[in-house]
């Protein structure tokens, strides 16, 4: 709970997109490949990606279209699965399945149709040796890259693998044994290559100066021998580096003088000289040093995307001091003295590339970085400064006490809270917040993304694996809060709620890792694997009358085309695991075996095996007094608080709600979750109806409400850019639905005192006069609109997303939060004033559906 402690806030895990492409893992949705029919495993036929989840790929045949009900999950390690034409080339049968026979009459006019412009699933994941590897895997120990100079980028040397962190190399120069010349980088890296990469450059394959005298010439040749003899053993593929930067022509001269940051000590900015182009691509930067007896250098080479390199004056521009260099008269530098003192001209701002601030790095934030000193090294480090793309990060924890380190947001030595965990990485704890082991107490990470954290789990567990660990060992993480293996006992009674199936298909384990991060990957594949998630969910939702020992996580479930989401209880500590698994076990009123940190191996000591369904049932799941699942009011994917019995409803603010008159039945027989039953209804309705009178299918959201009061046009498809006739037309055909149905509530003062009458509004507030249709509006149009407004901030999401009038008329509530990454209150806040411009529209640019 560092963070907590702290009061800090963990960078966003988004700002690290080198770590982001190294989670792809070769699949991704869309994708087609062959798999063998279910029902007959003689015959194959086409299938597409819907969803990766790790090793895992949810399928569906194609010719099923929209309809999910046939989708289902394969484990590529297990499973029969071939790139598309692998059937013709082993002369195997394509077939269409049973259940979409009558939907196509023609099979080859099918194929033909469904496989023209389609992507085929990568084959070399699919087969061979590399089958199921992630694309970080196939970088085992022992394979052989290529590394160029950082002297002389015209020269490269082999290099092998030591270890693999997540992407980040160990690595040794081929013909060393001993770790004395070692050094870390990013598998993405610029400078890192496959072998052979040198030889088709042109470049000079040699070792580097700083080890050559170690051995003879003819000592290096016979490495390089030995190494061409086992090339196919240690080679990677070569579209593992697809994803790399590409280098761009630069435009430096020798002797321009510039400012710079050593790489290798990046504390201060100096002045700097590029002392050598080598070609159009790469030239060598010298730290200057006046000192006549300074005999060492310190250079490096760079490219035109390199960072730390900046034009002459940019650190007096954004307010930095510019350390002078040793042997420099005076403390004060003045950058035209100097360059007059050097007969030197300044790089002109033209050779360097426009540096960004949207990134999403703000100061205070806590993240994970390499100590430059100690490349083995890695420490949790505060941002203390941002200026445009680069931060200042004060280390903290670090064996020897460094300054504050100056980075790119590019840089690939900086990585998200938690990395160090999920990939099993010793992390330099902060020395104040050192537990009983040794090992920091970091728990709870909010920003990882539901791959990062499905990737946690199998690689933490791979790791300790590797290093003969059991699951009662911590690597990174304090034991308290490790969470053991947590088994899915596919052959236990999976009870009513459950799809035996689909928990069948589920992998054998998840974890050992954090309890948080462990248990709630394991409630999201229970979820997922339910007849209806929505109804597990609302099973698993937190209990306001349970006593609390835990976490509170938000957790989503889809059916039927809607979006759930609830706050459920995680447990926290490790001694809690067991006892949440069996309580969680009889929610959901199956076996309390069928998933906890032990593995049935014969026979369940439940005996579940012999009890029917319904004795089970009552045996678990009717036996207590009362229900432990769903709270009273049903849940929201609103952040609405937990309603209490007798007790009446605070009023929320509210955009855009439609009052509705409440039917004499409602108070019965609507809901909860219903529109009947939501925020629309009179404060004094009653509050506490009884769950067992909610029905299973009836538990709409309050987003679901808004999203229907809100939109305006058709739900048409987006796939094509209409005409502004048709556009018009489609925002035309439901003008009188819509005059009727908008509705707005004005804001009260105190959340907590209903709005008088007066504050009911039957019409649009504040009504717009358009001075032109909007229809015709450009993006900076919409751009002066909106700064017009309160939600002026936004403006600038408009302009780099280029929305024009046309688009602006299009956007809902749901997409506003979807494409805008909003949260919900401005999401609403900006509708508002979308809605006052399609009404506009209406009352001054249409009729009959044609513009004005």
Not at 40 to 63: E, S
Not at 125 to 131: A, I, P, Q
Not at 167 to 193: I, N, T, V
Not at 621 to 632: E, F, L, Q
Request: aromatic share 8%; hydrophobic share 35%.
């Amino acid at each position: 709970f560092y963070l907590e402690d702290t009061g800090t806030t963990a960078a966003p895990h988004g700002s690290f997109k080198h770590v982001d492409t190294s989670l792809q893992n070769g699949f991704v949705p869309g994708m087609k490949l062959e798999v063998a029919v279910k029902s007959d495993h003689n015959t194959y036929w086409v299938a597409t990606i819907i969803t990766t989840c790790g090793q895992l790929l949810l399928l569906r045949y194609d010719g099923y279209g929209e309809d999910r009900k046939a989708d289902f999950w394969c484990d590529i390690m297990t499973a029969d699965l071939h790139a598309v034409g692998w059937c013709e080339q082993n002369k195997k049968i394509l077939k269409v399945p049973e259940g979409i026979k009558d939907k196509i009459s023609d099979q080859e006019e099918f194929l033909q149709q469904t496989l023209t412009g389609a992507c085929s699933a990568p084959a070399n994941l699919l087969e061979g040796l590399h089958k199921g590897k992630n694309p970080l895997d196939l970088i085992a120990p022992g394979s052989r890259l290529e590394c160029q100079n950082t002297q002389d980028s015209l020269e490269a040397w082999i290099v092998k693998v030591v270890e693999n962190v997540g992407g980040r190399l160990k690595l040794r120069y081929e013909g060393l044994d001993s770790d004395q010349a070692d050094q870390w980088m990013f598998y993405l890296d610029p400078f890192l290559h496959q072998v052979g990469w040198a030889t088709q450059q042109g470049y000079d394959l040699q070792p580097p100066a700083a080890i050559r005298s170690l051995k003879s010439e003819a000592e290096w040749q016979d490495v390089l021998t030995k190494v061409k003899e086992e090339e196919e053993e240690s080679s990677i593929p070569a579209n593992l580096f697809k994803d790399k930067p590409v280098i761009g022509v630069h435009s430096f001269t020798a002797s321009m003088k510039l400012e710079a940051v050593d790489p290798v000590a990046p504390f201060v900015l100096s002045p700097a000289t590029v002392v050598k182009v080598f070609n159009e691509k790469y030239f060598l930067v010298e730290i200057d040093d006046l000192r006549p007896e300074c005999t060492t250098r310190r250079s490096y080479v760079c490219h035109v995307n390199s960072s730390g390199i900046f034009p002459v004056q940019w650190s007096l521009k954004n307010g930095l001091h510019l350390s002078p260099p040793p042997g420099y008269p005076g403390q004060d530098f003045d950058w035209a003295d100097y360059l007059k003192q050097c007969g030197a001209e300044a790089a002109p701002q033209s050779c360097f590339p426009l540096l960004t601030s949207s990134h999403g790095f703000k100061e205070n934030m806590k993240l994970e970085a390499v100590n430059p000193v100690d490349p083995g090294e890695i420490c949790i480090a505060t941002v203390t400064k941002v200026k445009e793309s680069y931060l200042w990060l004060q280390l903290e924890g670090s064996k020897k006490p460094v300054p504050e380190c100056i980075v790119s947001v590019e840089s690939m030595n900086i990585f998200p809270v938690g990395w160090c965990e999920t990939n099993g990485y010793q992390l330099r704890p902060p020395r104040r917040a050192i537990g009983t082991n040794g090992c920091i107490n970091l728990v709870f990470f909010p920003t990882l993304s539901p791959h990062f954290r499905i990737l946690s789990s199998r690689t933490v567990h791979e790791r300790l694996k590797n290093q003969e660990l059991n699951s009662t060992d911590a690597v990174v993480i304090n034991g308290k809060y490790c969470c053991p293996k947590i088994y899915f006992n596919h052959r236990c009674f999976s009870g009513p709620y459950l799809n035996k199936g689909r928990i069948a298909e589920l992998p054998q384990s998840v974890g050992p890792g954090n309890c948080v991060l462990v248990l709630k990957e394991v409630l999201t594949l229970l979820i997922n694997a339910a007849y209806k998630p929505s109804r597990v969910l609302r099973e698993l939702q937190l209990d306001e009358d349970a006593a609390w020992h835990g976490h509170g996580e938000t957790l989503k479930a889809k059916y039927k085309g809607k979006s759930y989401r609830a706050t459920v209880e995680v447990v926290r500590t490790a001694d809690r695991v067991a006892d949440f698994c069996r309580k969680t076990c009889i929610k959901l009123e199956c076996c309390p075996n069928l998933f906890g940190p032990q593995m049935v191996l014969d026979k369940c000591s439940e005996n579940c095996s012999v009890l029917t369904k319904t004795k089970y049932t009552h045996y678990y799941g009717k036996r207590k007094n009362k229900r432990i699942g769903r709270p009273p009011g049903g849940h929201s994917n609103l952040e609405v608080g937990m309603k209490k019995p007798n007790k009446k409803r605070k009023r929320r603010k509210h955009f855009f709600v439609c009052k509705k008159k409440r039917s004499s039945t409602s108070a019965d027989n609507s809901p909860v979750g219903s529109p009947q039953g939501s925020a629309g209804e009179e404060e004094d309705d009653q509050d506490d109806l009884d769950e067992e009178s909610m029905s299973e299918d009836s538990t709409s959201e309050q987003q679901d409400e808004l999203l229907e009061e809100l939109e305006v046009s058709e739900k048409k498809s987006m796939s094509s850019s209409p005409t502004q006739s048709e556009l018009s037309h489609c925002l035309v055909q439901d003008q009188d639905k819509q005059k009727r149905k908008l509705r707005t509530f004005s804001f009260s003062d105190d959340e907590n005192k209903p709005p008088s009458p007066k504050e009911i509004k039957t019409e649009v507030a504040e009504k717009l006069h358009l001075d032109s249709n909007p229809l015709e509006w450009s993006v900076a149009d919409v751009v002066r609109f909106l700064k017009s407004t309160d939600c002026a901030p936004l403006a600038r999401i408009f302009l780099d997303q280029e929305i024009d009038g046309q688009a602006l008329l299009l956007l809902t509530l749901p997409t506003v939060q979807e494409c805008m990454d909003l949260k919900l209150g401005p999401a609403i806040k900006l509708c508002h004033h979308i809605e006052r411009v399609k009404f506009a529209f209406y009352q001054q640019f249409a009729d009959g559906g044609v513009a004005k």
